[in-house]
C-alpha cells in the first residue's frame, strides 16, 4: 500500500493538448481583429502588441515615458511599500502574538484599519500627499501591512504550548522565549505572508496607478484608454501580470533559499 | 483569546501582588485605552489642523453620516448608494461564481478539460483583475456593464481555483468507499465530489467576496455615479474630507457585515468543515 | 482437489508488482493462494509492510493482480463491488453524512427505496450498538464509535463477505479490545465470511478460526496456517490461547 502504480507515459493526446489550446487561444485572438470581427478600437491583436511592445522599448511617446521607465517606477513603488510593510507588519504581528499588551493595544486599531480595502484609501491619501510617489507607497504599505501582521500573529499563536512550557521551566523570561521559540517557529507562517503580501501590493499598485499617477505600468493602461489606444492598454496588462509572476517567482526563489531545511 | 503569555503564566506563575498591574495588563482596558487614545489623537489632530484642512473630525464625519442618510447625494441618500455598490458586487459576484465552479470542478475531473483549460487560465490568472478595468471601459462604455464584468473577472480565479483544488484534494479512499458499495462514476461525482468539495468551494466564495469588494470600488473610483466608491471620490473633488472618510468608515462597515454574513452562513451550511480531514 | 464451489473465496497463486515513478518495478506480494469457506472467520497476520493490505484491496477488487486469479463464489472478479464489503483502517466515513446517511448509502446507491433502506440500516446500527446516534456527524463520534460505522455500513449492502483491514489500528488499547468482543458478537448474530487483516497476534488468536500468516517485507509470501480450534467466546489468558500464541510467535518473525 506504500506504493501507487504509476503510468509511465501519459497519453499523446494529454501532451498535445496544453500546448494546443495556448496555440490556439493566441490565434483565435490574431484572428478575431484581424477579420475585423472585433474592431481595433476595442482590442488588439497579439501581433499588434508586440509590435508595440517593440516600439516602447525605446519610444517615449505617447505617454511620455520608454516601457522600462514605467516598469521600473511601478517595480520601486511596489517594492518600497512592500519592504515597509513587512518591516511594520511582521514585527507587530509576531508581537501581538505573545504580548498581550502589544496585543490589547494594536488589536482595536487593527481590527478598525482590516475591513478598509486599501483602495478606498486613495481618495483620501490623494487629498493628503497629491498624485507623489509618496500617496502611492502609503497605500500600498497599507495594503501589504493586513496579511503580515495576520500571518505573524498566527504563526506567534501556533507554537507548541509544549514548547513553551519546557522554556519556562528552563527559567527563560517572556523575552527569551519570544526570540528564540515564538519567531522561529512562526517562520512558516511569516513566509506565507510574504506572498499574499505581495500580490495585495502588487494589486494595490495597479489600482492607485490607475488613478493617480504620471508613470508606471497603470498609468500606461489608463492612458491607453484615454487614447483609444488598446494595444497600449493590453501591453500595460501584459506587462503588469508578467511583473507580478516574475516577482512571486523571486520571492519563492529567496523562500527555498532561506527555509531550506525546515520543514513547512 | 488570551494570548498565549497570559495562559502559560497563568498556570506557572503565582498571582502578581500588584493588582493595579493586573488590572493595567488586562486585554480589555487596554483595548479601550487603545480606542480612546485613537479617537483621542485623530480628533487632536483635525482640530489642530496639523494635516491642514485635510483632515475632518470625528464628530464631523458622524454629521456627514447622519445627513447623507436624509439629504440625497447625486441623486440617491446614502442606503441608495450602499445599495448600487452592493448590487454591482452581488451581480458580478453570482456570474464569475456561477461560470468558475463548475468548470473548476469540471477540471479537475476529467483530464482532458484540465489538459485545454488550465494554460489559458495560468496564462490570465498573474494579472489582477484591476487592470481589466481600462479594457473592460473600452468594450462596455462607463457603465454598469464594464463594472460589473470587473467583478466578474475578480470573482472568477478564486472560485475556479478553490473549486479546483476542492476537488484535487479529496481523500482517494473515498472513491473506493462508493465502489465498494456498488456506486459508478457518476455516483463517485455526486456522493463524494461535490460535498467533499463544497467547503473548499465556499472559501472560495469567501475570498471572491473580498475581492469583489476591492474591484467594485476600483471600478467606482473610475467611473461612476453613485455608490460608495463615487462617494469617496466625490469627498476628494469637493474637497469634502469628512465625505470621504465618512465614506470609508460605511465602507469597512459594510464589508465586515457581508463577512460576518458569510461566515455564518458557512457554519451552518457546513458543521463538518474543519473535521473533513479527520472522519 | 477441492472445487471451486467448495470455497467462498478463492486466491489462485496472485502476485502483484507495482511499477514506481523511476520505472522500478517493486514486488509487493508473491504467489499466495488461500481459500475461505462460507462463514469462515479467517484472519492475515503479517508484520509491516507484508502486503497484507495489498491483498486485501486485491480482493476487494480495487487493485488489479499482475498474476493469478481471484474467484468469489466460483467467479472471478474484475473490480469493486458490493458484493464485498470493504471496513478500512481509517474509517473512511463521509463527514458530510449522519451516521445513518453513511450506513443507507449502499442500499441508497444500489436503488433501495427509502423505507426499506432506513430499516435495514437502522437494523445495522442496532447491532453494532449504536443506536441513539443515528443523527450525529462522524466528527462528534469517537474512534471505536466511527468503526462500528464502518462495519455497519458494509454489512448493511448484505455482502457475502466482509473485508476488514487493520480495523483496530487507530484505537487505543483499551478500545481495541472492547472492538475486538464487539466484532465477534456481532459475527456471531450475523455470520458472514470475514476476511481480516491485522499484524496483532492477539487479535488473530481472538477472532480468528484459521490464521493465514504471511512473512517477508516485500515481496509478501505465505507462510503458515493455523487452525484455532479454541472454543467462543475466547479468552486472552486461556492456557490454549497462550499456548498457540507461543506456536505462531516462535514460528514467525513477529515480536511476540
Known amino acids: ?264 | 483569546m488570551n494570548s498565549i503569555a497570559n495562559e502559560v503564566q497563568a498556570q506557572i506563575k503565582e498571582r502578581s501582588p500588584l493588582s493595579i498591574w493586573r488590572f493595567l495588563k488586562n486585554r480589555w482596558f487596554l483595548h479601550a485605552v487603545s480606542t480612546i487614545a485613537f479617537f483621542i489623537i485623530w480628533d487632536y489632530v483635525a482640530f489642530n489642523r496639523f494635516l491642514g484642512s485635510a483632515l475632518a473630525r470625528p464628530y464631523e464625519v458622524l454629521l456627514q453620516l447622519a445627513n447623507m442618510m436624509v439629504n440625497p447625494i447625486a441623486g440617491k441618500d446614502l442606503i441608495g448608494h450602499i445599495w448600487a455598490s452592493t448590487q454591482r458586487i452581488l451581480t458580478g459576484f453570482a456570474i464569475g461564481a456561477v461560470l468558475a465552479t463548475p468548470l473548476g470542478l469540471f477540471m479537475a475531473l476529467n483530464r482532458y478539460v484540465n489538459a485545454i483549460v488550465k494554460p489559458v487560465f495560468d496564462l490570465i490568472k498573474p494579472m489582477p483583475p484591476i487592470a481589466w478595468i481600462s479594457i473592460a471601459i473600452l468594450w462596455f462604455g462607463i457603465g454598469e456593464p464594464s463594472k460589473i464584468f470587473i467583478i466578474v473577472v475578480g470573482t472568477f480565479v478564486p472560485c475556479l481555483l478553490n473549486a479546483y483544488n476542492g476537488v484535487r484534494l479529496i481523500e482517494p479512499q473515498l472513491y473506493d468507499v462508493v465502489r465498494m458499495l456498488g456506486g459508478n462514476r457518476r455516483d463517485e461525482i455526486l456522493h463524494v465530489c461535490f460535498p467533499a468539495a463544497f467547503p473548499a468551494i465556499f472559501a472560495g466564495l469567501q475570498i471572491s467576496l473580498s475581492c469583489a469588494w476591492t474591484c467594485v470600488l476600483a471600478a467606482e473610483l473610475v467611473s461612476a455615479r453613485s455608490g460608495l466608491g463615487f462617494i469617496i471620490l466625490l469627498g476628494m473633488t469637493q474637497s469634502k474630507p469628512a465625505l470621504i472618510v465618512g465614506g470609508m468608515v460605511v465602507i469597512a462597515m459594510v464589508a465586515w457585515l457581508t463577512t460576518l454574513l458569510v461566515t455564518g452562513l458557512e457554519k451552518v451550511l457546513c458543521p463538518w468543515k474543519r473535521e473533513i480531514q479527520t472522519a | 482437489m477441492k472445487t471451486e464451489t467448495d470455497c467462498k473465496i478463492l486466491c489462485a497463486h496472485v502476485s502483484k508488482e507495482f511499477i514506481q515513478k523511476s520505472s522500478q518495478r517493486v514486488n509487493v506480494i508473491d504467489d499466495i493462494s488461500l481459500d475461505v469457506k462460507s462463514n469462515e472467520f479467517v484472519v492475515i497476520l503479517g508484520p509491516g509492510q507484508s502486503g497484507k493490505s495489498t491483498l486485501l484491496r486485491i480482493i476487494a477488487g480495487l487493485e488489479l493482480p499482475t498474476s493469478g486469479r481471484v474467484a468469489i463464489d466460483g467467479r472471478e472478479i474484475s473490480g469493486p463491488g458490493p458484493d464485498r464489503g470493504l471496513v478500512f483502517q481509517s474509517y473512511m466515513l463521509f463527514p458530510w453524512k449522519t451516521v445513518m446517511g453513511n450506513v443507507e448509502l449502499g442500499p441508497k446507491l444500489r436503488g433501495v427505496g427509502k423505507k426499506e433502506r432506513r430499516e435495514i440500516a437502522q437494523h445495522y446500527i442496532d447491532l453494532v450498538g449504536l443506536n441513539g446516534f443515528e443523527k450525529h456527524y462522524p466528527h462528534q463520534l469517537s474512534g471505536g464509535m466511527k468503526q462500528r460505522v464502518g462495519i455497519a455500513r458494509a454489512y448493511a449492502n448484505n455482502p457475502t463477505v466482509m473485508l476488514l483491514d487493520e480495523p483496530f489500528g487507530q484505537l487505543d488499547a483499551q478500545t481495541r479490545y472492547f472492538m475486538e468482543k464487539e466484532t465477534a458478537r456481532i459475527w456471531e448474530t450475523d455470520k458472514r465470511t470475514v476476511l481480516f487483516v491485522t499484524n496483532n497476534i492477539d487479535e488473530a488468536i481472538y477472532l480468528g478460526d484459521r490464521i493465514v500468516t504471511l512473512k517477508g517485507k516485500l515481496p509478501g509470501r505465505l507462510h503458515d496456517v493455523y487452525d484455532v480450534k479454541l472454543p467462543r467466546p475466547r479468552e486472552h489468558t486461556d492456557m490454549k490461547f497462550l499456548e498457540l500464541r507461543q506456536q505462531i510467535t516462535d514460528a514467525s518473525e513477529l515480536v511476540l
Not at chain 1, 146 to 169: D, E, H, K, W, Y
Not at chain 1, 193 to 210: G, M, N, P, R, S
Request: with cysteine.
Open chain 1, 1 to 264: 500500500m506504500a506504493y501507487e502504480e504509476v503510468k509511465i507515459r501519459t497519453p499523446l493526446l494529454l501532451r498535445v493538448l496544453p500546448v494546443a489550446s495556448i496555440l490556439a487561444f493566441f490565434g483565435v485572438w490574431q484572428l478575431i481583429i484581424y477579420l475585423e470581427i472585433i474592431p481595433t478600437t476595442m482590442l488588439a491583436s497579439p501581433s499588434q502588441v508586440i509590435s508595440i511592445f517593440v516600439e516602447k522599448l525605446s519610444e517615449p511617446n505617447p505617454d511620455g515615458a520608454v516601457l522600462w521607465v514605467h516598469a521600473w517606477t511601478s517595480i520601486q513603488e511596489a517594492f518600497t511599500g512592500y519592504i515597509l510593510a513587512l518591516l511594520v507588519g511582521i514585527p507587530l504581528g509576531l508581537l501581538m502574538g505573545w504580548f498581550s499588551v502589544a496585543e490589547g493595544l494594536a488589536r482595536p486599531i487593527f481590527e478598525m484599519i482590516r475591513p478598509i480595502p486599501p483602495i478606498a484609501w486613495i481618495p483620501l491619501t490623494i487629498f493628503w500627499f497629491g498624485i507623489g510617489i509618496s500617496g502611492k507607497v502609503f497605500i500600498i504599505w497599507l495594503g501589504g501591512i493586513v496579511p503580515c501582521v495576520i500571518n505573524s500573529f498566527a504563526g506567534v499563536r501556533m507554537t507548541n504550548p509544549t514548547l513553551i512550557q519546557m522554556a519556562r521551566t528552563y527559567g527563560a523570561t517572556d523575552w527569551q522565549i519570544f526570540t528564540k521559540l515564538c519567531v522561529p517557529s512562526a517562520l512558516p507562517m511569516v513566509f506565507g505572508a510574504l506572498q499574499i503580501a505581495l500580490a495585495y501590493c502588487w494589486t494595490t499598485l495597479v489600482a492607485a496607478e490607475l488613478l493617480a499617477a504620471d508613470t508606471g505600468l497603470g498609468y500606461l493602461i489608463t492612458m491607453g484608454r484615454r487614447l483609444a489606444m488598446p494595444d497600449l492598454v493590453v501591453l500595460g496588462m501584459v506587462m503588469v501580470g508578467l511583473t507580478g509572476a516574475v516577482i512571486g517567482v523571486a520571492i519563492d526563489w529567496v523562500e527555498k533559499r532561506l527555509l531550506a531545511g525546515i520543514r513547512r
